[in-house]
């Protein structure tokens, strides 16, 4: 079935498309094509000058809550609130609707409630978390984390940059006080409903006949520091049964990692690694390499994780190398409010027909959000699945389809 076409709102297509002209050349590389919009940088800044100007223009209140989340409110804040949103800072070289799509999306929604004459019955918001990507120091979803406290203060404020710029210093930088930066339990137990519309990062609805889809879940997520330690020796002189290569073992160790994890259903990724001496003519002494695992459930990521470090060991003793697992941060799997996801079904039902729901694998502040308030997700179709990367695409068709989604959602949570 299909839903479309004539049905597409002319005030949904007037708002996307000069909401999202604005916002497209602010903080693009014309060198990639991509972004380089980071946590309190000059690309940032202007992001958020950019939210300023489309709140102001549809006479929202803006607000800048203690860590720097920007909230812009129709009509009087209050409780019981109604939010929307997503974020504006990106990966490097990132693509331009992973988090732009969803705020664009949010203030074009409000737009096309105003043109069906609807007045929210609830307190209402548009946010913008600060630092969701973590590109510049370290922590994905620092503004949400530092908002429901499962991101500590003093441990944010001394987070480095690669410039040796603490947050803090760049807070300063941007007239942002970080001192304020904390839990915000009173704010958060303000939100009655917090629905995210965002870009799809993978593959799953180009194969169907809708544009968009409601989350079910958030994968859980783990990363693991390996070191394979072996002899540093003669790349010419030293004979290959006298070596104890670890970069050998770190070989075998990737290969595992992608065998286990086809055969768990999980996904597992070696994307970084640094090599000691590193010289072309020299067998290594140590390899350092990070681990990311994803799977569907706490089991099978524990499952996954469990017979790859197995196979790193087992193939360390062959090779008479030397390993150290260990992990370094663990994400438990995030379900998405039942009862609101229901009810986002119900209200698409009409015009959408039965809409997918998927998990993802990639993290957002509405997962976050999930452990205090309750949360839901919209996702728009990516036809290529290219996402943190300048490829990343949606269809304007599908955007728009993803504004009428959301403003339907909106009006029936907010009414
Ligand atoms: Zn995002």
């Not at 984390?145 to 499962?150: E, I, K, Q, S, Y």
């Not at 690669?162 to 304020?180: F, I, K, N, W, Y």
């Not at 009655?192 to 169907?208: I, M, N, S, W």
Request: charged content about 25%.
């Amino acid at each position: 079935m299909l839903f479309l076409n004539e049905a597409v709102d002319e005030a949904a297509a007037s708002a996307y498309t000069s909401l999202w002209a604005s916002l497209l050349p602010v903080g693009r590389e014309a060198g990639t094509g991509g972004y380089r919009r980071f946590a309190w940088n000059a690309a940032d800044l202007a992001c958020r000058e950019w939210f300023r100007g489309a709140a102001a223009d549809r006479g929202l209140t803006v607000e800048t809550d203690r860590n720097g989340n920007l909230w812009a409110w129709w009509g009087a804040k209050g409780p019981g609130a109604v939010v929307t949103g997503s974020h504006l800072d990106s990966v490097p070289d990132g693509g331009a609707f992973d988090g732009p799509l969803g705020v664009v999306s949010s203030f074009a929604a409000i737009d096309v409630l105003r043109a069906r004459g609807f007045r929210p019955g609830k307190p209402f918001a548009v946010a913008c978390f600060a630092d969701e990507e973590g590109a510049r120091f370290g922590v994905a979803c620092a503004g949400s984390r530092l908002l429901t406290g499962a991101l500590d203060a003093e441990r944010a404020r001394a987070l480095r940059d690669l410039d040796g710029v603490t947050m803090r210093e760049a807070m300063e930088r941007a007239d942002q006080d970080p001192e304020a930066l904390g839990a915000d339990p009173e704010r958060l137990a303000g939100i009655a409903a917090y629905v995210e519309l965002h870009v799809e990062q993978g593959k799953a609805l180009v194969h169907t006949e809708s544009p968009i889809a409601v989350a079910s879940s958030i994968w859980p997520h783990s990363r693991w520091r390996f070191d394979f330690l072996g002899e540093a020796n003669h790349a010419g002189t030293t004979r290959l049964e006298d070596r104890r290569d670890p970069m050998l073992t770190y070989a075998n160790t990737v290969l595992s990692a992608r065998k286990k994890a086809r055969q768990g259903g999980a996904v597992a990724t070696f994307g970084r690694m640094v090599v000691e001496p590193n010289g072309t003519n020299a067998i290594p002494s140590r390899v350092t390499a990070w681990l990311d695992v994803r799977a569907p459930s706490d089991e099978v990521l524990a499952a996954v994780t469990e017979e790859i470090v197995d196979a790193a060991v087992a193939r360390s003793d062959r090779d008479e190398t030397d390993i150290r697992a260990e992990r370094e941060s663990h994400t438990p799997i995030v379900e998405f409010d039942q009862v609101l996801r229901n009810r986002m079904a119900g209200t698409l039902r009409p015009s959408f027909g039965a809409v997918p729901v998927l998990p993802t694998g990639a993290g957002h502040d509405a997962g976050i959000l999930a452990a205090a308030v309750p949360t839901a997700m919209l996702y728009v179709r990516n036809p290529s699945g290219v996402s943190h990367a300048p490829g990343e695409h949606a269809d304007d068709r599908d955007c728009l389809a993803g504004v009428t989604a959301l403003a339907d959602v909106l009006q029936e949570l907010a009414q």
